[in-house]
């Protein structure tokens, strides 16, 4: 069955660096999403991306946060200057339909971030 | 604002019992609800989504009802197992916004015990 992938799986780094979390969406999938979840808390909405540009972001998603898709198959968020508050689990999603009301969107295993 | 909340935020249950985990949201205006299950450390996998049309959806042991108009959700999950024992999620996808965000409940902890 087809699924999302992400890499790395964990991923440490230092105040103040860029790091750049990795995502294969779905082959036929036409949206793709970060989500990030602190420990303990809500999973939450970073950004969403259709058509090779960002259709929504949150307040979270501020200027030292990016999104790309480099290739047909690749999905990318970049960090620019890591804060230790960035520490989290982020979550890639995808899903087909352009049909709102059917939307279905399937998650990635995670990348566990960790700023140091 | 959406607000979704799960209660309870934690469960615990003998094997073979039928259970019901409760998920509320405050802003009707919705296109659609899932339900996920997420693992210690793992990410989250769908389960059932619900369009807003729709009363309810069932996947094997599964049964997940929406009433938009009082702003809840259930999931049934019949006869229980202890591979059932994860954290359960919601979200709602709202009208508004046309990026398709989901906003995630704060999650039910379900612990099925032999």
Redesign the interface.
């Known amino acids: 069955e087809p699924e999302v992938t992400q890499t790395p799986s964990h991923q440490v780094t230092q105040m103040g660096q860029e790091v750049i979390l990795r995502c294969v969406p779905i082959s036929n999938h036409l949206y793709f999403y970060w989500y990030r979840q602190i420990l303990g808390q809500k999973v939450e909405f970073l950004v969403s991306f259709y058509n090779n540009e960002i259709s929504e972001k949150s307040e979270i998603f501020d200027d030292q946060f990016s999104v790309e898709r480099p290739d047909g198959s690749n999905f990318t968020l970049k960090i620019r200057s890591t804060k230790l508050e960035d520490s989290a689990m982020y979550f890639c999603a995808s899903s087909e339909s352009q049909d709102p009301g059917y939307n279905e969107q399937f998650f990635g295993p995670g990348t566990r971030l960790t700023v140091l | 604002k959406q607000e979704v909340t799960q209660i309870p935020a934690a469960l615990s249950v003998p094997e073979g019992e039928n259970l019901v985990l409760n998920c509320s949201f405050t802003d009707s205006a919705i296109?659609?609800l899932?339900w996920?299950r997420q693992d210690p450390?793992?990410?989250?996998?769908?389960l059932l989504?619900i369009?807003?049309?729709q009363r309810e959806q069932t996947s094997g042991r599964l049964n997940a009802s929406l009433d938009k108009s009082s702003g809840r959700s259930t999931l049934y999950i019949a006869a229980s197992q202890p591979g059932d024992s994860a954290t359960y999620?919601c979200?709602v996808?709202v009208l508004t916004?046309?990026?398709?965000?989901?906003?995630?409940?704060?999650?039910t902890q379900l612990k099925v015990e032999l």
């Open positions: 296109y659609n899932q996920f450390g793992k990410g989250l996998t769908s989504l369009q807003s049309s999620l979200a996808k916004g046309g990026g398709n965000k989901l906003t995630f409940g704060t999650g």
